[in-house]
């Protein structure tokens, strides 16, 4: 039993985007606190930098960067804020984000709904550089040019931003998903790796679990050649597991507990495919140390969640950083890197 489990009633009764919104409000009025300590064991470096705790915020739950700090404060490693596109869009109408409790998950058709860079860039720029907050970038809607959002993207944001996460995978942006495609993705890489300064951040690939046989190759050559720090595996998916849900049938990009097997899948296939030469983090139905640990040895660097807090609150990433150090202290290994891949 958590304190959540308390609220979750009152949280559930309202509708999901109700929800969210009240709960970034909440957390925009806790006091600024210090840093959480973790377990030496857990500290792990990727792209050069240092993560106090693998289990990181997803991209989606703060889009405008309003609680990166709360965030931390409440246990994440890192927190990766965004999508943000160049020009503020208001999304698609609502509603557009559903619980479907019965299945622990989530299906969002938000369409990048937010305040734009200029907006999230002046928010980040007020707030004292500590712990790591990465900055998702993504192309506006209408825009005639998608690679020049993602250029623009890479230059307005560098500043405020610890990494970078090019984000080619949300389903609900039509046609975004192409971006991930042979030659179109070779030429968003180029022209990213153009943009990028040499003091400027490391710069994160996130890619969709929804792939063939094939793909993860050529996604791993054009990263690497791309100069692309490490992937994130995996965004949402537009398929549909069997789910209980009355929401199952709602379009859009779904999350959390069904999404995991297929999110499993996509890291050890990106893991085959680029060996140890690019980091992988994980995202994908994360909701205990035990999903967290198995995609830790089957590769992944870090670890990503969003859906699970709407099921079991915000300490649950402390809990999973705490039983991921109860792991590497039952096996004897001094570190997260000792266990990366070791499954
Ligand atoms: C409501 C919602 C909004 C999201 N928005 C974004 C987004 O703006 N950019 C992005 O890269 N991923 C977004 N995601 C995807 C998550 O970052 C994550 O990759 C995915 O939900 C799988 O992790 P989970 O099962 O732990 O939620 C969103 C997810 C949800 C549920």
Redesign the pocket.
């Known amino acids: 039993m958590t304190s959540y489990n308390l609220i979750r009633p009152l949280v559930f009764a309202l509708d999901a985007e109700q929800a969210?919104r009240a709960t970034i409000r909440s957390l925009g009025l806790l006091p600024r606190r210090a840093l959480p300590a973790f377990p030496e064991s857990l500290e792990t470096e990727v792209a050069g930098l240092r993560f106090p705790s693998p289990v990181g915020l997803?991209?989606?739950?703060d889009?405008d960067g309003e609680v990166p700090d709360a965030m931390l404060s409440l246990g994440f490693g890192f927190v990766?804020v965004?999508?943000v596109t160049p020009r503020p869009q208001q999304g698609n109408p609502r509603p557009r984000?559903f619980r479907l409790a019965e299945d622990e998950?989530?299906i969002?058709r938000?369409g990048?709904n937010?305040r734009g860079q200029a907006n999230a860039l002046a928010r980040l720029e007020r707030r004292s550089r500590r712990g790591v907050v990465g900055v998702?970038i993504?192309a506006n809607k209408d825009s005639a040019d998608r690679i020049a959002d993602y250029v623009a993207g890479v230059a307005a944001m560098a500043p405020v931003a610890d990494y970078l996460?090019v984000?080619i995978?949300?389903p609900n942006t039509p046609g975004l998903r192409n971006l991930q495609a042979g030659g179109e993705l070779v030429e968003l890489l180029g022209a990213i790796s153009e943009a990028r300064t040499s003091q400027g951040p490391p710069v994160f690939l996130?890619v969709a679990p929804d792939l063939e046989a094939g793909d993860h190759d050529r996604i791993v050559r054009a990263a690497i050649d791309g100069r692309i720090d490490a992937l994130?595996v995996?965004?949402?998916t537009v398929s549909r597991p069997p789910l209980k849900s009355r929401f199952a049938g709602e379009a859009g990009?779904l999350?959390?507990?069904p999404?995991?097997p297929l999110?499993l899948d996509a890291l050890r296939a990106f893991r085959i495919a680029s060996g140890s030469e690019l980091p992988l983090i994980a995202?994908?139905?994360?909701?205990s140390a035990d999903d967290a640990w198995q995609r830790i040895v089957a590769g992944a660097s870090l670890v990503?969640?969003?859906?699970?807090?709407?099921y079991h609150g915000p300490g649950l990433a402390r809990r999973i950083a705490d039983g991921l150090a109860a792991r590497l202290a039952e096996r004897g290994m001094a570190s997260i890197a000792e266990a990366v891949g070791s499954g």
């Open positions: 969210h997803a991209a989606g739950f889009k990766e965004g999508t984000l998950a989530v969002n938000m990048f937010n998702n993504g996460t984000n995978s949300s996130k994130i995996a965004n949402t990009g999350s959390g507990a999404l995991k999110a995202a994908g139905g994360i909701a990503q969640l969003y859906s699970a807090l709407v």
